[in-house]
């Protein structure tokens, strides 16, 4: 049965490998749209939107309901996105731990 000390060191690695993998979500890139490609966001797997690109055709005075509604679809699919990509890696570091079935750690 291990010790407190070797409860605790396996703690730190845990805490240390969670926030390595937090911080590599910063550097995966997805990108959402909608409208076949008009309305285009890019974000990090974290959500923080990184970038937003509109067709030209779009910035029309009669499109403004159409244009907001294209950049809430596009925003969504890159939430849905930036989601299933953060998902994904953190669910690399939780590979070798034997957690209970439906567990999820902080800040997943």
Known sequence: MP???E????????QEQMAKAQAELD??????????GMVRIRAT??????????DP???????????EDLITAAFNDTKAKA??????EMAKLTAGMPLPPGFKLPGM
């Not at 055709?57 to 244009?67: A, F, G, R, V």
């Not at 989601?83 to 994904?88: E, V």
């Open 7 to 14: 409860l605790m060191a396996a703690a730190r690695n845990v």
């Open 45 to 54: 797997a974290r959500g923080q939107v990184r970038g937003v690109q509109l």
């Open 27 to 36: 550097n995966i890139i997805v990108e959402g749209m909608s409208g076949g």
């Open 83 to 88: 989601d299933q990509a953060g998902s994904a």
């Open 57 to 67: 055709s779009l910035l029309t005075p009669d499109s403004k309901e159409m244009l």
């Open 3 to 5: 010790n407190l000390d």
